[in-house]
């Protein structure tokens, strides 16, 4: 099976811009989560969707949003870029909740 | 805030050594998951074990874990090389809704030939 895959894996952005990162899932997985990774704050959880619907979300500003298609595919939108929005931007999809999470390339979205 | 706390942060051994690295959590678990990255890339699945599990092997891995302590163990044997990368655990919590992982700062692990 193909991995997951993350597009695009480099973005360079200006601050007051929007980005939207997509991930595709390994075929068959439903649950899309989203990371932010920082040298600051660690790997920290954005938020979680299961067939279309998001089950959870970390404490992040409204600025950053998602969504899942009914193939399973998500987006993540960031609006408004700021400075501290320059990471790592990860997803993983598992099978089911409590099943491992298989983790994509990551987005590296730079702010300038 | 994260809820996984690893120690230690950096480990530098040599090769043919042994490596582990300990993680603490805060709350009641589902399972425990261990990962590694290398040098800012994406995370690669090591080992998932449940809360009632209390040891898990795969290959030179070695995994331990005790909720009574709310802590888990990752014992690398025979350290290669290639096994160079920063190490995290990562908890599901019991009322966690949805995919949801707090993952710990990590562990630099240095492996020199």
């Known amino acids: 099976k193909a991995g997951v895959t993350q597009t695009p894996r480099y973005l360079i952005k200006t601050r007051g811009q929007q980005v939207t990162l997509s991930c595709s899932p390994i075929?068959?997985?439903?649950?899309v989560s989203w990371y932010q990774q920082t040298p600051g704050q660690g790997l920290q959880f954005l938020f979680e969707y299961f067939s279309e619907t998001q089950r959870n979300k970390g404490n992040f500003p409204g600025r950053f949003s998602g969504r899942q298609f009914s193939n399973s595919r998500s987006e993540m939108n960031v609006s408004t870029l700021e400075l501290g929005d320059s990471a790592l931007y990860l997803c993983?999809?598992?099978?089911?909740?409590?099943?491992?999470?298989?983790f994509g390339p990551g987005t590296r979205l730079t702010v300038l | 805030s994260q809820q996984g706390e690893e120690d230690p942060q950096a480990l530098s051994i040599q090769e043919g050594e042994n490596a582990t690295m300990n993680c603490s959590y805060k709350?009641?678990?589902?399972?425990l998951q261990w990962y590694r990255q290398n040098s800012g890339r994406g995370l690669v699945h090591l080992i998932l074990i449940r809360s009632n599990e209390r040891e898990k092997h795969s290959g030179r891995l070695r995994v331990t874990l005790d909720t009574s302590k709310k802590s888990s163990s990752l014992l690398i044997t025979a350290s290669r090389a290639a096994d160079t990368a920063s190490y995290f655990c990562?908890?599901?919590?019991?009322?966690?809704?949805?995919?949801?992982?707090?993952f710990g700062q990590g562990t630099e692990l240095s492996v020199k030939p």
């Open positions: 075929s068959g997985h439903r649950s």
């Open positions: 993983a999809s598992s099978l089911v909740q409590g099943a491992e999470q298989f």
């Open positions: 709350t009641s678990i589902n399972n």
């Open positions: 990562a908890t599901d919590g019991v009322y966690n809704q949805g995919g949801k992982l707090i």
